[in-house]
Protein backbone atom coordinates (compact mmCIF):
# COMPACT_ATOMS: atom_id res chain seq x y z
CA UNK A 1 0.00 0.00 0.00
CA UNK A 2 1.63 3.23 -0.83
CA UNK A 3 2.11 6.37 1.20
CA UNK A 4 -0.78 8.52 0.03
CA UNK A 5 0.05 11.91 1.39
CA UNK A 6 4.06 11.55 0.98
CA UNK A 7 3.75 15.66 2.72
CA UNK A 8 2.78 14.46 6.00
CA UNK A 9 4.53 12.10 8.27
CA UNK A 10 1.31 11.56 9.89
CA UNK A 11 -0.48 10.05 7.22
CA UNK A 12 0.73 6.44 6.00
CA UNK A 13 -0.58 2.97 5.68
CA UNK A 14 -0.95 1.66 9.46
CA UNK A 15 -1.36 5.29 10.71
CA UNK A 16 -4.00 5.63 13.43
CA UNK A 17 -6.66 7.23 12.44
CA UNK A 18 -8.14 10.04 14.59
CA UNK A 19 -11.15 11.67 14.39
CA UNK A 20 -10.10 14.26 11.82
CA UNK A 21 -12.39 13.99 8.89
CA UNK A 22 -8.58 12.65 7.21
CA UNK A 23 -7.86 9.10 5.60
CA UNK A 24 -4.93 9.00 8.20
CA UNK A 25 -4.01 4.83 7.40
CA UNK A 26 -4.30 5.41 3.37
CA UNK A 27 -6.93 2.83 3.15
CA UNK A 28 -9.38 5.01 1.53
CA UNK A 29 -11.67 5.33 4.60
CA UNK A 30 -11.72 7.73 6.54
CA UNK A 31 -11.97 8.07 10.36
CA UNK A 32 -12.87 4.25 10.09
CA UNK A 33 -12.53 2.25 13.47
CA UNK A 34 -14.10 5.21 15.47
CA UNK A 35 -17.57 4.58 15.39
CA UNK A 36 -17.77 2.47 18.58
CA UNK A 37 -21.35 1.91 19.03
CA UNK A 38 -21.55 1.34 15.04
CA UNK A 39 -24.13 3.39 14.36
CA UNK A 40 -22.58 5.05 11.04
CA UNK A 41 -21.75 8.32 12.63
CA UNK A 42 -18.72 8.97 14.61
CA UNK A 43 -18.37 11.69 17.89
CA UNK A 44 -17.12 14.20 15.12
CA UNK A 45 -19.92 13.14 12.15
CA UNK A 46 -19.53 13.41 8.76
CA UNK A 47 -16.99 16.72 8.74
CA UNK A 48 -14.66 15.42 11.22
CA UNK A 49 -15.26 18.15 13.52
CA UNK A 50 -16.12 17.57 17.06
CA UNK A 51 -18.28 19.60 18.93
CA UNK A 52 -21.15 19.77 15.72
CA UNK A 53 -24.26 19.28 15.24
CA UNK A 54 -23.73 16.10 13.08
CA UNK A 55 -21.59 14.21 15.97
CA UNK A 56 -23.20 11.07 17.67
CA UNK A 57 -23.74 12.59 21.17
CA UNK A 58 -23.34 8.95 22.66
CA UNK A 59 -21.05 6.73 20.92
CA UNK A 60 -21.64 3.85 23.25
CA UNK A 61 -25.68 3.24 22.51
CA UNK A 62 -26.15 2.47 18.16
CA UNK A 63 -29.91 3.55 18.59
CA UNK A 64 -28.33 7.83 19.30
CA UNK A 65 -27.28 9.49 16.29
CA UNK A 66 -28.16 12.71 14.40
CA UNK A 67 -31.42 12.29 12.68
CA UNK A 68 -32.50 8.83 15.02
CA UNK A 69 -36.44 8.80 15.69
CA UNK A 70 -36.78 10.51 18.61
CA UNK A 71 -38.47 8.57 21.38
CA UNK A 72 -40.31 9.34 24.25
CA UNK A 73 -37.62 8.42 27.06
CA UNK A 74 -36.15 10.95 28.24
CA UNK A 75 -32.76 10.86 26.22
CA UNK A 76 -31.66 13.28 23.29
CA UNK A 77 -32.14 10.22 20.66
CA UNK A 78 -31.50 12.35 17.53
CA UNK A 79 -28.34 14.75 18.88
CA UNK A 80 -29.99 17.80 18.79
CA UNK A 81 -29.61 18.59 22.24
CA UNK A 82 -33.22 19.18 23.12
CA UNK A 83 -34.88 16.12 25.26
CA UNK A 84 -38.13 14.15 24.03
CA UNK A 85 -38.58 17.26 21.23
CA UNK A 86 -41.21 15.40 18.68
CA UNK A 87 -43.96 16.40 20.85
CA UNK A 88 -43.43 19.44 18.14
CA UNK A 89 -44.96 18.97 14.54
CA UNK A 90 -47.21 16.79 13.12
CA UNK A 91 -45.84 13.33 14.38
CA UNK A 92 -47.09 12.45 17.89
CA UNK A 93 -44.07 10.58 19.91
CA UNK A 94 -44.05 12.11 23.44
CA UNK A 95 -46.65 14.66 23.88
CA UNK A 96 -46.40 17.10 26.58
CA UNK A 97 -48.61 17.54 29.19
CA UNK A 98 -49.28 21.32 28.52
CA UNK A 99 -47.44 23.83 26.23
CA UNK A 100 -46.04 25.43 29.97
CA UNK A 101 -43.89 22.02 29.84
CA UNK A 102 -43.11 22.66 26.37
CA UNK A 103 -41.32 25.63 27.38
CA UNK A 104 -40.15 24.54 30.71
CA UNK A 105 -38.03 21.54 28.89
CA UNK A 106 -37.24 23.98 26.59
CA UNK A 107 -36.67 27.63 27.11
CA UNK A 108 -36.36 28.35 23.52
CA UNK A 109 -38.89 26.46 21.93
CA UNK A 110 -40.91 27.93 19.05
CA UNK A 111 -44.52 28.90 18.61
CA UNK A 112 -46.21 25.74 16.90
CA UNK A 113 -48.21 23.03 16.87
CA UNK A 114 -47.97 20.60 19.53
CA UNK A 115 -49.20 17.37 20.91
CA UNK A 116 -50.28 17.39 24.38
CA UNK A 117 -51.71 14.88 26.51
CA UNK A 118 -53.10 16.49 29.83
CA UNK A 119 -54.36 13.78 31.38
CA UNK A 120 -51.75 10.82 30.09
CA UNK A 121 -51.94 7.20 28.96
CA UNK A 122 -55.05 5.74 29.69
CA UNK A 123 -57.69 9.13 29.36
CA UNK A 124 -58.29 10.99 26.69
CA UNK A 125 -56.27 11.02 23.34
CA UNK A 126 -53.79 12.87 22.93
CA UNK A 127 -54.38 16.30 20.72
CA UNK A 128 -52.30 18.71 18.67
CA UNK A 129 -52.73 22.70 19.73
CA UNK A 130 -50.65 25.87 19.54
CA UNK A 131 -48.42 27.11 21.58
CA UNK A 132 -47.46 30.54 22.18
CA UNK A 133 -44.33 31.03 23.85
CA UNK A 134 -43.27 34.77 22.07
CA UNK A 135 -45.04 36.79 24.40
CA UNK A 136 -44.54 37.02 28.20
CA UNK A 137 -43.32 33.60 29.29
CA UNK A 138 -44.71 31.22 26.82
CA UNK A 139 -46.48 27.91 27.48
CA UNK A 140 -49.54 29.43 26.61
CA UNK A 141 -52.51 27.32 24.85
CA UNK A 142 -54.14 29.22 22.31
CA UNK A 143 -57.94 28.45 22.25
CA UNK A 144 -59.24 31.11 19.58
CA UNK A 145 -57.42 33.44 17.43
CA UNK A 146 -59.89 36.04 15.59
CA UNK A 147 -58.42 37.54 12.31
CA UNK A 148 -60.74 38.46 10.19
CA UNK A 149 -63.51 41.22 10.49
CA UNK A 150 -66.04 38.49 9.60
CA UNK A 151 -65.70 36.54 12.52
CA UNK A 152 -67.85 38.75 14.58
CA UNK A 153 -70.86 38.80 12.91
CA UNK A 154 -71.21 35.15 11.25
CA UNK A 155 -72.23 31.62 13.14
CA UNK A 156 -68.78 30.48 11.96
CA UNK A 157 -67.78 28.85 15.61
CA UNK A 158 -68.29 25.53 16.98
CA UNK A 159 -66.90 23.87 20.01
CA UNK A 160 -65.23 21.05 18.08
CA UNK A 161 -63.54 21.50 14.96
CA UNK A 162 -61.85 24.53 13.14
CA UNK A 163 -62.31 27.65 14.11
CA UNK A 164 -62.71 31.25 11.47
CA UNK A 165 -59.89 31.92 9.66
CA UNK A 166 -56.89 29.57 11.82
CA UNK A 167 -53.95 31.08 10.13
CA UNK A 168 -50.93 28.59 10.44
CA UNK A 169 -52.78 26.50 12.78
CA UNK A 170 -54.54 29.12 15.40
CA UNK A 171 -57.31 27.61 16.92
CA UNK A 172 -57.92 24.62 14.42
CA UNK A 173 -58.65 21.09 15.00
CA UNK A 174 -58.98 19.67 18.53
CA UNK A 175 -57.58 22.54 19.90
CA UNK A 176 -60.78 23.40 21.83
CA UNK A 177 -61.36 20.23 23.35
CA UNK A 178 -58.68 20.53 26.20
CA UNK A 179 -61.34 19.42 28.67
CA UNK A 180 -58.73 17.94 30.92
CA UNK A 181 -57.11 20.43 31.11
CA UNK A 182 -57.16 23.21 34.27
CA UNK A 183 -55.30 26.70 34.20
CA UNK A 184 -54.74 29.82 36.07
CA UNK A 185 -54.33 32.25 34.07
CA UNK A 186 -55.45 33.53 30.93
CA UNK A 187 -53.90 35.99 27.95
CA UNK A 188 -55.83 38.05 25.49
CA UNK A 189 -53.06 39.12 22.91
CA UNK A 190 -53.71 42.19 20.47
CA UNK A 191 -51.18 42.17 17.88
CA UNK A 192 -51.73 45.62 16.47
CA UNK A 193 -53.24 48.02 18.77
CA UNK A 194 -54.55 51.98 17.67
CA UNK A 195 -54.21 54.08 20.46
CA UNK A 196 -55.53 57.58 19.25
CA UNK A 197 -54.46 57.02 16.12
CA UNK A 198 -50.43 55.72 17.35
CA UNK A 199 -50.19 52.22 16.68
CA UNK A 200 -48.65 50.13 19.90
CA UNK A 201 -47.97 47.58 17.96
CA UNK A 202 -48.67 43.88 20.25
CA UNK A 203 -49.86 44.34 23.45
CA UNK A 204 -51.52 41.74 25.78
CA UNK A 205 -53.32 41.34 29.28
CA UNK A 206 -53.40 38.52 31.85
CA UNK A 207 -55.78 37.73 34.34
CA UNK A 208 -54.70 35.62 37.09
CA UNK A 209 -56.57 33.18 39.49
CA UNK A 210 -55.12 32.13 42.87
CA UNK A 211 -56.43 28.17 42.29
CA UNK A 212 -57.07 26.44 39.61
CA UNK A 213 -60.27 26.62 37.22
CA UNK A 214 -62.63 25.10 35.13
CA UNK A 215 -61.17 24.64 31.66
CA UNK A 216 -62.13 26.81 28.66
CA UNK A 217 -65.30 25.76 27.17
CA UNK A 218 -65.54 26.92 24.01
CA UNK A 219 -66.94 29.64 21.23
CA UNK A 220 -70.18 28.38 20.14
CA UNK A 221 -72.96 31.05 18.68
CA UNK A 222 -75.17 30.60 15.72
CA UNK A 223 -75.71 34.48 15.55
CA UNK A 224 -72.66 36.95 16.43
CA UNK A 225 -70.13 34.93 18.15
CA UNK A 226 -69.86 33.89 22.18
CA UNK A 227 -66.77 33.25 24.67
CA UNK A 228 -66.87 30.93 27.60
CA UNK A 229 -63.62 30.35 29.24
CA UNK A 230 -61.02 28.70 31.35
CA UNK A 231 -62.73 30.71 34.42
CA UNK A 232 -66.52 29.99 33.54
CA UNK A 233 -66.70 33.66 32.20
CA UNK A 234 -69.10 33.65 29.36
CA UNK A 235 -69.57 37.10 26.77
CA UNK A 236 -72.01 36.62 24.34
CA UNK A 237 -74.00 39.13 21.41
CA UNK A 238 -70.51 40.57 20.42
CA UNK A 239 -71.83 40.79 16.87
CA UNK A 240 -70.34 44.11 15.87
CA UNK A 241 -68.22 44.38 12.91
CA UNK A 242 -64.63 45.47 12.93
CA UNK A 243 -63.93 47.87 10.17
CA UNK A 244 -60.71 48.69 9.59
CA UNK A 245 -61.02 52.13 10.92
CA UNK A 246 -62.85 50.35 14.33
CA UNK A 247 -65.49 52.88 14.27
CA UNK A 248 -68.15 50.44 15.12
CA UNK A 249 -65.66 48.05 16.70
CA UNK A 250 -66.58 45.80 20.11
CA UNK A 251 -64.33 43.62 21.47
CA UNK A 252 -63.30 41.33 24.93
CA UNK A 253 -61.18 42.69 27.18
CA UNK A 254 -60.67 46.60 26.87
CA UNK A 255 -61.91 49.24 29.11
CA UNK A 256 -61.81 52.89 28.37
CA UNK A 257 -59.41 55.43 30.17
CA UNK A 258 -62.27 56.82 31.60
CA UNK A 259 -63.75 53.44 33.04
CA UNK A 260 -64.64 53.48 36.49
CA UNK A 261 -61.22 52.14 38.17
CA UNK A 262 -59.66 50.65 35.09
CA UNK A 263 -57.27 53.29 33.79
CA UNK A 264 -55.12 52.75 31.25
CA UNK A 265 -51.88 53.12 32.82
CA UNK A 266 -51.97 50.63 35.68
CA UNK A 267 -54.22 51.69 37.95
CA UNK A 268 -56.96 49.01 37.48
CA UNK A 269 -59.36 48.35 40.22
CA UNK A 270 -61.59 45.62 41.05
CA UNK A 271 -60.59 41.59 41.50
CA UNK A 272 -59.96 40.25 38.46
CA UNK A 273 -56.14 41.63 38.41
CA UNK A 274 -53.41 42.11 35.14
CA UNK A 275 -50.32 42.74 33.95
CA UNK A 276 -48.27 42.84 30.92
CA UNK A 277 -44.97 44.40 31.20
CA UNK A 278 -46.14 47.07 29.39
CA UNK A 279 -48.08 48.86 31.74
CA UNK A 280 -50.45 48.75 29.65
CA UNK A 281 -53.47 46.83 30.77
CA UNK A 282 -57.18 46.10 29.97
CA UNK A 283 -59.59 44.02 32.40
CA UNK A 284 -62.55 41.77 31.70
CA UNK A 285 -65.50 43.09 30.04
CA UNK A 286 -68.22 41.32 27.99
CA UNK A 287 -69.08 44.25 25.89
CA UNK A 288 -65.56 45.64 25.39
CA UNK A 289 -65.19 49.63 25.50
CA UNK A 290 -66.55 52.41 24.17
CA UNK A 291 -64.03 52.80 21.41
CA UNK A 292 -65.45 55.64 19.56
CA UNK A 293 -61.74 56.61 17.76
CA UNK A 294 -59.39 56.36 20.95
CA UNK A 295 -58.92 52.80 20.50
CA UNK A 296 -59.10 49.58 18.85
CA UNK A 297 -57.25 46.41 18.13
CA UNK A 298 -57.79 45.66 13.86
CA UNK A 299 -58.63 42.48 12.49
CA UNK A 300 -58.50 43.12 8.69
CA UNK A 301 -54.59 43.92 8.01
CA UNK A 302 -51.44 41.27 7.90
CA UNK A 303 -50.27 40.40 10.93
CA UNK A 304 -53.22 41.79 12.80
CA UNK A 305 -55.82 40.15 15.28
CA UNK A 306 -56.62 39.25 18.80
CA UNK A 307 -55.23 35.70 20.70
CA UNK A 308 -57.00 34.28 23.38
CA UNK A 309 -55.01 31.64 25.18
CA UNK A 310 -54.68 30.16 28.67
CA UNK A 311 -52.20 28.26 30.53
Same mark, same amino acid.
Given at each position: ????? !????? @??? =?????? *?????????? /??????? !?????? +?? %???? /???????????? !??????????? &???? $?????? @???? *???? %????????????? @???? +?????????????? *???????? @??????????????????????? #??? =? /???????? =? $???????????????????????????????????????????????????????????? #??????? %?????????? &???????????????????????????????? &?? !??????????????????????????????? /?????
Amino acid at each position: MDDCN !DSNAD @IFP =GASESC *DGVDEDCDSV /IDNGLDT !DADGVT +PC %GPDG /ISGTVDDDCDDD !DSSIFPGAEEE &CDGI $DNDCNT @IVDD *DGLG %GTLVCPYVSCAAV @IQAN +PSAPDGLYWLDPDG *DGGASPYQ @IYCLHSVDGGGWEVQAYLRNESQ #WNT =G /IFSNFGTV =G $DTASGFASGSTLQSANSTYTEKIIVYERLIEQGSDLGQQWMVNTRTAGSVTYNGIDSSTG #WSYRDSF %GAGFSNAGNV &CTHDCSSFRGYGMFADSSNGHGYHGTQGGNNG &CA !DGNNICWQSRGLGCNVGSSRCSLLSGAGEGV /IYAVR
